[in-house]
């Protein structure tokens, strides 16, 4: 069966390891067996980009020597697709119009059904919420395990378009995957229960379900995940065959001292093995990398 895989960052800034490590993971388990991995570049949220951000993934990407099949997805040119998939799910009366301000939301977990009965009109300064079902959604993750959460009770009805109408992450998600044909998605264990949200929308849009597999993402000491508000620093380019270490040694997959990139990258292809990839959400890191 052909195999789609793909690695989707976020331009808010340059490459960490915890996103290296994704990345990586994502790419062996579509080249152990011939597959094809794909690039997207999550750029919907325009606030959030960092100018000059996308060069320098793209440059830490080649210089790990971790080449992508086809061009590049970028979200900001699928404003179509989203624009379609929303008319999808209104045209199942699935969807509210939602005024409640970040205020009147503050002291909820789960989205409290204030606007649930009023239709969806895309209106400016107004959100889009999906009704959700009170069912179990569950899934089977390759590294994860079996996983269930009742969509009603747990989460609530989402937002799948912001007040700012910036297409919600959960929607976007769902649409670009299925358009970029992706198979399976590899990404980061901080995004595991947000799957049962978006195979309700891919229910619901008519899209089949890609697998997911969610490796750990890395910690320091403190347990606060390494990511682009924190210390973590952005990955060196200069020594890319001590990241790529560095990072099949974090994978669990005990990496000879090769000295180049492509002696490793060809190494960590033949002889990747995703069963040796640490279990739970998070992977502490002892050393200061
Ligand atoms: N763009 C998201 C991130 O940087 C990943 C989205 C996904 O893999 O579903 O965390
Ligand atoms: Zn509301």
């Not at 670009?176 to 044909?181: E, I, K, Q, T, V």
């Not at 990241?243 to 490793?264: F, H, K, S």
Request: glycine fraction near 6%.
């Amino acid at each position: 069966m052909r195999y789609v895989g793909r690695f989707a960052p976020t331009p808010s800034g340059p490459l960490h390891f915890g996103s290296l490590l994704t990345a990586v993971a994502s790419y062996l388990e579509a080249r152990c067996i011939e597959g094809e991995w794909k690039l997207r570049i999550d750029d919907l949220d325009a606030p959030r980009v960092e100018p000059g951000a996308i060069d320098e993934i793209l440059r830490t990407l080649e210089c790990h020597g971790l080449c992508w099949d086809g061009g590049i997805y970028y979200q900001s040119t699928a404003t179509d697709r989203y624009e379609a998939a929303i008319e999808t799910l209104i045209g199942q009366a699935l969807c509210f119009d939602c005024t409640c301000s970040r205020r009147d939301l503050r002291n909820h977990v789960v989205y409290p059904g204030t606007c649930r009965h009023r239709p969806a009109r895309q209106r400016d300064n107004v959100a889009i919420r999906i009704r959700v079902p009170p069912i179990e959604f569950e899934f089977e993750d390759r590294l994860g395990g079996y996983f269930a959460h009742n969509l009603a009770e747990d989460v609530g009805d989402f937002v799948i378009v912001r007040r700012d109408r910036i297409i919600g992450y959960q929607l976007a998600v769902v649409v670009d995957d299925d358009a970029m044909g992706v198979t399976d998605v590899v990404r980061g264990s901080d995004l595991f229960d947000n799957t049962p949200r978006q195979l309700f929308l891919i229910e619901h849009l008519g899209f089949s379900a890609p697998q997911y597999t969610h490796v750990p993402v890395i910690t320091e000491r403190s347990g606060v995940k390494l990511s682009k508000h924190t210390l973590a620093t952005a990955i060196d380019n200069r020594f890319p065959a001590q990241n790529l270490r560095t990072v099949l040694d974090l994978l669990g997959q005990n990496p000879p001292m090769l000295a180049t990139v492509d002696a490793l990258l060809d190494w960590a292809t033949s002889y990747w093995r995703l069963s040796a990839v640490p279990r739970g959400a998070t992977l502490e890191t002892w050393q200061s990398i």
